[in-house]
Structures are given as structure tokens and as C-alpha cells.
């Protein structure tokens, strides 16, 4: 039975999240839900390789295949980083 309940909660969390990876940095990333990824946004994204979340500006979305690649700005360091998403 618990590993029924535990399979719901992992599903759960997976429904209100958005996966992918940065290549360049080599890391896992997250986009929470309720972050609206359109080009001239502010996100907040996960990194899993940091263990923080930073706030970013969408500057482009593009989809190929079953992947979207997201290029984003940061502020802080005025430098601009590109994931791939998870369709």
C-alpha cells in the first residue's frame, strides 16, 4: 500500500512541474508550475546541480520535436543560458 501512495505523490509532484536539462552546464532544471514561459517573461528556475532557484527572462522558445528549447537571460550575471525542455 505504500508503494501505491508513494507512486501518487511522485505523479502528483511530476503534474506541477516541467522538466529539462541545460547541456552546457550539465545540469537538471525545473520550472515550477504557474511560471508563464512566453518570451519577454520572468521565471523561476530550479537547478539541480546549485540546489537554488534563480529568477530569469524568457528571451526565446522554440520546439523541435518533443523538445522545447528555452534561451533566458540572467540578470545577474548578464549572460544569457539555454535548456531543453521536456514536451
Do not use: C, F, H, P
Given at each position: 500500500?505504500s508503494k501505491i501512495i508513494t507512486l501518487l505523490v511522485a505523479i502528483g509532484i511530476s503534474a506541477y512541474s ?70
Amino acid at each position: 500500500m505504500s508503494k501505491i501512495i508513494t507512486l501518487l505523490v511522485a505523479i502528483g509532484i511530476s503534474a506541477y512541474s516541467w522538466e529539462g536539462y541545460d547541456y552546457e552546464n550539465s545540469s537538471y532544471v525545473e520550472i515550477e508550475r504557474g511560471n508563464l514561459v512566453r518570451t519577454g517573461k520572468d521565471i523561476e528556475l530550479y537547478d539541480y546541480s546549485t540546489g537554488d532557484y534563480k529568477s530569469y527572462e524568457v528571451e526565446s522558445i522554440q520546439r523541435s520535436g518533443s523538445t522545447v528549447e528555452i534561451e533566458l537571460y540572467d540578470y545577474e550575471k548578464g549572460t544569457y543560458r539555454t535548456v531543453e525542455m521536456t514536451d
